[in-house]
C-alpha cells in the first residue's frame, strides 16, 4: 500500500509537478512476467462502493482477463491519489472531483481523464445538536478531509455562500480543520471540533455514533440532487497506450454498478464486509444501512456538477483556471454502454 501522508497545497503542488515530468519520461505501467498491469486505487468508503464491489466479487479481475494483472491500492483523500498518479504509481483511480479538477488543471490538461462516473449523493455537513444554522458556525471549527479536496471546496464555497470567510491557514470566521475522517469522528466525539463536512459513511457515523445533526444535505444544493461524488479516472498516457485495458476496466464499471443495482442489499453488505476488511473496523448496521440509502450509484459522471465545482474551486484560490474542455473521455465507455443496449452519456 502506497504510504498516506498530509500534505499542504504548496508541498502538494511542487511534488506533483515534479513528478508529473518524471512520470512524463516513464515507459508507462509495468508488466509481471509478460503480463500487464492495471494499478488501481480508491477508497475503503461507502461513495467507493463500485469500486470495492468491483474487486472483491472478481469482476474487474474477470473482465480484464488473464493477460491483466490488477493491483490496488486504497487512500484516505483524492490528493494523495493525484500525487500518486503523477508519480506513475497508479494507472487509475476512484477520486472526488476536485482532486480531478486539480489534475488536469495542473498538467495544463494533459495528466489525466475522467472516464467514467462511480456514485452521486452522499455528502454532509454534519454538526453539534446546539447548531441550527450557518451563522451559528461563526467562531466553530469544522473538519474536512484534506485542504483541496472535494468535499473541502464544498465546505468553504458553501460558508463563502452565507457571508462567513475561511483561509487555508485555518482562520477566518469559521476555522477548517485538515483531518482525515477517522480523526474527526474521534475529534467530534472528544469535543474538540463542532462539525465536518464528510463523505458517507462518516456522516452517518457522527450522526449515530456522535450524536450529530445534519446541518446541510449536499444533494440540496444541486439542480435535482444530482452532483458527482465518485467518478473514475485515468493517466492519459496509459489511455493511450493501453486502450483494450482500459475498455476491459469499464466493462467491470458498469457490470459492478449493474450488480449494486439488482441486489442492493447483498451489494451493501459486500461493501461493508470490504471496508472491515480493508480498514480492520466494521460498520454498525444502523450506520450501515442509513449511508447507503443516501447514495446511488451511476456510470454518468455528472459533468455539469464537475464544472461548477471547478467553478468554485477556482473562485477560492485552489486552481488557476477552470477551462476543463478535453477532462472527459467517455469514448470507450459509450462504446461498452452502447454494445449492451444502454443509452450513450454526454457531457454536454
Known amino acids: 500500500m502506497i504510504p498516506l501522508m498530509k500534505r499542504h497545497i504548496c508541498t502538494f503542488v511542487a511534488v506533483a509537478v515534479l513528478a508529473l515530468i518524471l512520470a512524463a519520461c516513464s515507459s508507462g505501467s509495468p508488466k509481471a512476467s509478460g503480463t500487464a498491469v492495471l494499478r488501481l486505487g480508491y477508497y475503503p468508503n461507502l461513495t467507493h462502493a463500485t469500486a470495492i464491489v468491483g474487486v472483491d466479487q472478481g469482476i474487474f479481475a474477470k473482465d480484464l482477463g488473464s493477460k491483466v494483472q490488477l493491483k490496488t491500492s486504497t487512500f484516505t483523500a483524492g490528493p494523495e491519489e ?33 472516464i467514467s462516473g462511480a456514485t452521486s449523493g452522499g455528502a454532509f455537513l454534519v454538526v453539534k445538536k446546539s447548531i441550527n444554522s450557518a451563522a451559528d458556525l461563526k467562531g466553530k471549527t469544522i473538519a474536512a478531509p484534506q485542504l483541496g479536496n472535494t468535499q473541502d471546496v464544498a465546505l468553504r464555497n458553501w460558508l463563502k455562500s452565507k457571508g462567513l470567510r475561511t483561509t487555508t491557514a485555518g482562520g477566518g470566521d469559521v476555522k477548517i480543520l485538515d483531518q482525515d475522517n477517522a480523526t474527526s469522528l474521534d475529534t467530534f466525539k472528544q469535543g474538540q471540533i463542532d462539525g465536518a463536512w464528510v463523505p458517507e459513511p462518516w456522516a452517518s457515523r457522527l450522526v449515530v455514533e456522535g450524536g450529530a445533526r445534519v446541518l446541510v444535505d449536499e444533494r440540496d444544493l444541486w439542480p435535482g440532487g444530482k452532483y458527482v461524488t465518485t467518478q473514475l479516472v485515468v493517466r492519459t498516457a496509459f489511455l493511450q497506450q493501453h486502450p483494450d485495458v482500459v475498455e476491459n476496466l469499464l466493462k467491470g464499471q458498469v457490470e459492478a454498478n449493474d450488480f449494486i443495482h439488482s441486489n442492493s442489499d447483498q451489494a451493501k453488505q459486500i461493501v461493508g464486509a470490504g471496508i472491515e476488511k480493508l480498514t480492520g473496523k466494521s460498520l454498525k448496521p444502523a450506520v450501515l444501512d442509513r449511508a447507503w440509502a443516501n447514495l446511488t450509484f451511476t456510470d454518468d459522471p455528472i459533468a455539469s456538477s464537475l464544472r461548477q465545482s471547478a467553478a468554485a474551486a477556482l473562485a477560492l484560490g485552489f486552481i488557476s483556471s477552470s477551462d476543463l474542455a478535453n477532462i472527459y473521455d467517455l469514448t470507450l465507455l459509450n462504446k461498452v454502454l452502447t454494445a449492451q443496449g444502454k443509452q450513450a452519456i454526454s457531457t454536454a
Do not use: E, H, W
Not at 506513475?88 to 472531483?97: H, K, T, V
Not at 482532486?99 to 495542473?106: F, L
Open 82 to 114: 493525484v500525487t500518486a498518479l503523477f508519480a506513475d504509481a497508479l494507472d487509475a483511480a476512484y477520486m472526488g472531483p476536485n482532486p480531478a479538477i486539480n489534475a488536469y488543471i495542473k498538467s495544463s490538461g494533459q495528466a489525466v481523464r475522467i
